[in-house]
């Protein structure tokens, strides 16, 4: 029973030390796949806020994101696959980092006995963890989206309305008739017949 217990104890910290040294691998690769995507991200909520487009507005949105995210977390899953401990492989860890001398090895193989427990023997076999630099890629990512989201754009320049003028050769035209008026060079029912017409001609709509 006592030899029972120590190989449950050893296969558990075996699988402690597997777990957390393939989980940091996985975190290193995530956090630099969602710092390039956090990039592509926001390149494209200002550009989708530049142009106004609607489609994006609401939980559409965040399905796109959410979807995102859960890639992500696949490829990086399957990118450090290759790095991952099998309990073989951590129990080759604590071994050298308990200083067991292939205890461990040997009695997994069925040729020694177990060591006895070892408190804190997972604890002392997982490499240096360091949360704040492990996470700064993934820090970065979601404060580029979030300044992407709420960074305030220049308006849009109004552009003010056309202001219709009549042609110049209009006035030229107004001011010719007034002083053939004053001259008496051409008798007045002439004159008020050709105003007519040029009256006539300004009230035309013009051609679009």
């Given at each position: 029973?006592?030899a029972?217990?120590?190989?449950t104890?050893?296969?558990?910290?075996a699988?402690?030390v597997?777990?957390?040294?393939?989980?940091?691998?996985?975190?290193?690769r995530?956090n630099?796949?969602?710092?390039?995507l956090?990039?592509?991200?926001?390149a494209?909520l200002?550009?989708?806020?530049?142009?106004?487009?609607?489609?994006?507005?609401?939980?559409?949105?965040?399905?796109?994101?959410?979807?995102?995210?859960?890639?992500?977390?696949?490829?990086?899953?399957?990118?450090?696959?290759?790095?991952?401990?099998?309990?073989?492989?951590?129990?080759?860890?604590?071994?050298?980092?308990?200083?067991?001398?292939?205890?461990?090895?040997?009695?997994?193989?069925?040729?020694?006995?177990?060591?006895?427990?070892?408190?804190q023997?997972?604890?002392?076999?997982?490499?240096?963890?360091?949360s704040?630099?492990?996470?700064?890629p993934?820090?970065?990512?979601?404060?580029?989206?979030?300044?992407?989201?709420?960074?305030?754009?220049?308006e849009r320049?109004?552009?003010?309305?056309?202001?219709?003028?009549?042609?110049?050769?209009?006035?030229?035209?107004?001011?010719?008739?007034?002083?053939?008026?004053?001259?008496?060079?051409?008798?007045?029912?002439?004159?008020e017949?050709?105003v007519?017409?040029?009256?006539?001609?300004r009230?035309?709509?013009?051609?679009?």
């Amino acid at each position: 029973m006592e030899a029972s217990e120590t190989r449950t104890f050893w296969l558990s910290e075996a699988s402690k030390v597997r777990r957390r040294v393939n989980f940091g691998w996985w975190v290193e690769r995530f956090n630099w796949i969602s710092f390039v995507l956090a990039l592509f991200l926001a390149a494209s909520l200002l550009l989708i806020r530049t142009k106004e487009l609607e489609w994006w507005q609401g939980e559409r949105w965040l399905l796109i994101a959410g979807a995102l995210v859960d890639l992500s977390a696949i490829v990086s899953w399957l990118w450090s696959r290759s790095r991952f401990l099998r309990t073989r492989d951590a129990m080759i860890r604590i071994d050298d980092q308990c200083a067991l001398h292939g205890q461990l090895i040997s009695a997994s193989a069925g040729v020694a006995e177990w060591p006895p427990q070892r408190p804190q023997a997972a604890q002392e076999s997982l490499p240096g963890w360091r949360s704040g630099p492990a996470l700064i890629p993934l820090f970065f990512a979601i404060a580029i989206v979030a300044l992407s989201w709420w960074l305030p754009l220049p308006e849009r320049g109004v552009t003010a309305p056309e202001i219709s003028s009549e042609p110049k050769a209009w006035e030229e035209m107004e001011v010719w008739a007034e002083t053939i008026n004053a001259e008496d060079l051409i008798e007045p029912e002439s004159l008020e017949e050709i105003v007519k017409q040029v009256n006539e001609l300004r009230d035309q709509p013009e051609e679009s």
